[in-house]
């Protein structure tokens, strides 16, 4: 995933500043709470040096930040009452003190961690965490992280140490989505201002943000006040934005940094000589979206006639290197709730002609739109390979960037066929936040690929309700099969591959390391030897 998510009103502003700146439903088990290992203190003069793949695109206020390198900054900077890990994706107690009570079907209680600060020294309150909240739910704020929240009505300070949640409705993933928001510093906001704060993040996590340089470096010191669960082990960080990727293996091979994220999979071998490459299944996918009110794109015929003319061993092999897997559901089979979807799209060419036929259509010409990312571009004439093959089929291949592709076309209706990479996964991992990106509401089925006058559509709005609000997982998983099975038949948009991500990073000099399963990298409880 590239910078997808980004609010182009906040960047601006952003953009301005930075020029000049430096400075299963329930947890399983009990959720771990900070060890005496928080309390030690990183070595000194020790630092780590990180080879970033993406540019600095968006501020780092977790209003609004979306940019890749600035979301993979803000692991690091800024805490949740709850946090995921970035790369077992397991929760865990961040800033609350225990694991959320549940007073009744609709109201949750949250204590918060004794002795939290933020960098700028003062303690964490509660009044913090109800604004943190209060600020992402303000429609005028424009967050993007509201939708992500849409089930809390109110939050409120009991007393000095506890929230209290209440919910519109049961909401069975109530914990886990606490770690969308992030807690910031209120006073320091309203006396500094969102644009300063975008530029200047204070939190309370492991680093404390020093400076940032657009298409240069992040950098980052420990907060040595920090008390939670991953306390930093190396006095300094510095990120380099390499988005070249040549730049970036050179980076990793003269030694320059230790870690690399993106890894070139042409280069993956070379890099194994030295280093450590990892490669993990992701969520990350490559979707074929539909203009569904277009003739003869309407036709769920048509779509699925695409699909099945798609060589997919032929694009992991070819592109990957055998790094992706061919889509069989909505997410990828290493996610907990993978379900095999109903209808599968194996490489036949045969059937593919044949729906084409049974849908009335003898030749078919239209220009097929892509992002510019250059895995998206390499994978992009063996697509047109496949489907110029088919009979009566003519198509074309113009490259945008994400920009241009959905300003200039796709929210225009001015499109046909679009190919595309995206990855929410980077906000959360539950199957309801998944789903919810490209199939709930009206931002992608109606101004998207304009498929919400369906009745499917309105049957996948009514199996995500019952999911959300069922009370056995089983009960939701259910719901969750039924949408994998129609929108796997329909396609209006669907994946055609899962990627795995690859990072290279050199363990005689890094202790704990991980790769992701996201977009980023994450040195939380990472040491140098």
């Known amino acids: 995933m590239a910078n997808h998510f980004e609010l182009n009103e906040s960047r601006r502003g952003f953009m301005k500043l930075m020029a000049g700146v430096s400075a299963g439903f329930a947890f399983s088990g009990a959720l771990g709470t900070f060890s005496s290992e928080a309390l030690a203190a990183p070595v000194a003069g020790s630092s780590i040096e990180a080879g970033i793949a993406y540019p600095i695109s968006t501020g780092f206020d977790p209003l609004t930040s979306s940019g890749a390198s600035s979301l993979a900054s803000n692991l690091h900077i800024f805490e949740g009452l709850v946090e995921l890990h970035p790369a077992t994706r397991e929760m865990y107690l961040a800033l609350a003190e225990k694991e959320p009570e549940q007073i009744d079907d609709v109201t949750w209680r949250v204590a918060l961690r004794d002795g939290a600060v933020f960098h700028h020294g003062k303690p964490v309150t509660t009044e913090d965490v109800v604004y943190s909240f209060e600020r992402v739910l303000d429609p005028e704020k424009a967050s993007l992280f509201a939708q992500f929240i849409p089930f809390i009505d109110s939050v409120k300070a009991v007393d000095d140490k506890v929230v209290e949640f209440k919910l519109k409705y049961p909401f069975a993933l109530f914990k886990q989505r606490l770690s969308i928001v992030k807690i910031v510093p209120k006073a320091l906001i309203e006396e500094k201002g969102q644009q300063s704060f975008d530029a200047n993040p204070v939190g309370t996590g492991p680093y404390k943000f020093v400076s940032a340089v657009k298409d240069d470096r992040i950098v980052f010191e420990a907060n040595k006040a920090y008390n939670g669960k991953y306390p930093a082990k190396v006095e300094k960080m510095t990120w380099f934005l390499l988005s070249d990727d040549a730049a970036r293996v050179t980076a990793q091979e003269s030694g320059r940094v230790q870690a690399i994220e993106n890894v070139p999979y042409l280069d993956a071998e070379r890099l194994k000589r030295r280093n450590t490459v990892g490669s993990v299944q992701s969520f990350v996918q490559l979707f074929l979206m539909f203009n569904c009110e277009k003739a003869p794109f309407n036709n769920p015929k048509v779509r699925q006639a695409f699909h099945y003319a798609l060589d997919k061993q032929k694009l992991i092999d070819v592109v990957f290197f055998g790094n992706a897997e061919a889509a069989t559901s909505y997410v990828q089979k290493t996610h907990a709730d993978y379900m095999e979807a109903g209808t599968q799209y194996n490489f036949d060419k045969a059937k593919a002609e044949a729906l084409l036929k049974e849908a009335g259509v003898k030749e078919l010409k239209f220009e097929l739109l892509a992002t510019d990312h250059q895995w998206v571009k390499e994978c992009a004439p063996l697509i ?49 936040l998944l789903l919810s990106w490209w199939h709930r509401g009206d931002v992608w089925p109606k101004n998207r690929y304009r498929w919400s006058n369906t009745p499917e559509y309105k049957r996948v709005q009514e199996l995500l309700d019952i999911a959300i609000k069922a009370k ?15 929108i796997s038949e329909h396609v209006p948009l669907y994946p055609i591959l899962h990627r795995k991500l690859l990072a290279s990073w050199n363990e005689k000099e890094l202790t704990g390391f991980q790769p992701l399963p996201t977009t980023g990298l994450s040195f939380l409880g990472v040491g140098r030897k």
């Not at 200039?408 to 980077?426: L, T």
């Open 384 to 432: 047109l390979e496949s489907w110029n093959a088919l009979s009566g089929v003519s198509v074309s291949l113009k490259h945008l960037q994400s920009g241009a592709l959905y300003g200039g076309h796709v929210d225009k209706g001015a499109f046909e066929v679009v190919i595309a990479p995206g990855d929410p996964s980077v906000f959360g991992n539950d199957l309801d």
């Open 472 to 486: 056995v997982h089983d009960e939701a998983r259910k719901a969750w099969k039924e949408i994998f099975d129609i």
